[in-house]
């Protein structure tokens, strides 16, 4: 359901959800946080629904400041969505125009849930500096997405020289099932140092960045940057070690595949994460992200110092080519579907019950239909036989015991 409310006010908005509240039912109890949207009247919708999807896993009430044109008469328009609309949610929006664009945040002190944990949202463009923000300064996470900016390497610099405890950003939390692969890969034996460290991807891939910031920091090695075409995002992580390398390619931005000394190549879903998945992610915890901390802090100097292309990066050795890794896995694949087949020739293994094994049923030879049904007929004079023989040798016997008695 949505409730338009042109030209309107914060106290008629108020007015609205309590109405709301009594005629439907509890539906602005049971909220976990405010989820505060800051955005442009453009993009208002694609943020919406984002949270939306969000509030499935965080019940919360969204509040959306979408600016619109800052030119003409001071007016505020509203717009409440609950049920099928918003979510596990209620959504107000308010559109702000003429002077009210630059003091919109001011709306949203009285919208805000009593007792309920502030987050900010930024989908866009971010303020350079969150503490500063009017909204920033009373939320306990802040959340931006440098992917958006005109220039992400620029603003993680920004970020960087202005993080707070409970900044982060979407273009980390894209990171987390990269992170989670690598991690494994490396807590497998034989635990090697990592003596250098090789990660291809875009220029203008702000999760490429901070990849590398997050090995260079974690893993103490120098870091080479491998720059793939625009809008390609993380291409290749390649980490060398005495035994040999550990890389994981994703050459098509769906599907990886992981290579470790001794062991067949892996192909593994590795899709870019949708908005809706990462904000779900950031939501789940309130506190600071420290990781993301350490990353900006130490990791992230130590990156952009040498730079090269992708090509070059292969030609040196840094990086194995996609159609090697193409390869590779071809060759595993025909290999276990011959280990398959050869499976599935096999005899079947005798059953077993209670310890014991349990002899296998004989089948019958090209003839043993014949051998059977002759067997059969056999048996009868067999059992005849038998009892003709057994009361010969019994007939003497009976006779003595006869003569005895008498």
């Known amino acids: 359901m949505i409730i338009d409310l042109p030209s309107t006010s914060t106290s ?82 308010l559109r702000a125009y003429g002077p009210l664009v630059e003091h919109a945040e001011t709306t949203i002190v009285s919208l805000l849930l009593p007792d309920a944990p502030i987050v900010a949202y930024w989908p866009g ?14 939320a306990q996470r802040r959340i931006t997405d440098s992917a958006e900016a005109r220039d992400p390497a620029k603003t993680l610099e920004i970020r960087r020289a202005t993080y707070r405890a409970g900044d982060t950003d979407l273009a980390w939390t894209r990171l ?16 090697e140092p990592v003596t250098s460290i090789t990660v291809g991807g875009a220029p203008d891939s702000p999760s490429t960045e901070l990849l590398a910031a997050w090995l260079a920091a974690k893993l103490k090695a120098p870091v080479v940057r491998a720059r793939t075409k625009r809008g390609t995002g993380v291409h290749s992580v390649r980490l060398e070690r ?54 900006l802090a130490e990791g992230l100097p130590q990156v952009n110092k040498k730079v090269m292309s992708v090509r070059d990066a292969q030609s040196a050795g840094k990086l194995s080519a996609p159609a090697a890794a193409a390869e590779r896995q071809a060759a595993a694949e025909q ?72």
């Open 242 to 295: 005495k035994s040999g390398a550990v890389e994981l390619i994703r050459p098509d931005q769906n599907v990886a595949t992981l290579t470790q000394p001794g062991q067949p190549d892996r192909r593994l879903t590795l899709a870019r994460r949708p908005t809706k998945d990462c904000l779900s992610e950031e939501l789940r915890r309130l506190d600071p992200d420290e990781v993301y901390g350490e990353v």
């Open 176 to 191: 987390t099932n990269w992170r989670a692969l690598l991690a494994a890969a490396l807590d497998q034996p034989p635990y």
């Open 125 to 138: 463009v971010a303020p350079d500096d969150l503490r500063t923000d009017p909204v920033g300064a009373i």
């Open 12 to 93: 008629a908005i108020n007015k609205a959800l309590v109405d709301l509240r009594e005629t439907g039912g509890a539906v602005a109890l049971g909220r976990v946080l405010t989820l505060v949207v800051i955005t442009d009247d453009a993009h208002a919708e694609d943020a919406i629904s984002a949270a939306n999807e969000a509030s499935r896993e965080h019940p919360c009430r969204v509040l959306v400041l979408a600016r619109g044109n800052k030119r003409g008469a001071a007016r505020l328009d509203a717009q409440i969505r609950v049920g099928g609309d918003a979510g596990a949610s209620e959504v107000v929006v």
């Open 335 to 406: 290999r276990s579907a011959r280990v398959s087949r050869s499976m599935k020739g096999a005899p079947p293994e005798p059953e077993r019950s209670g310890g014991m094994t349990l002899a296998a049923p004989v089948s019958p030879g090209p003839t043993g239909t014949d051998e059977v049904e002759a067997a059969a007929a056999k048996t009868p004079a067999r059992k005849a036989a038998t009892r003709k023989s057994t009361a010969k040798k019994a007939a003497p016997r009976k006779r003595a015991a006869e003569g005895t008695t008498a």
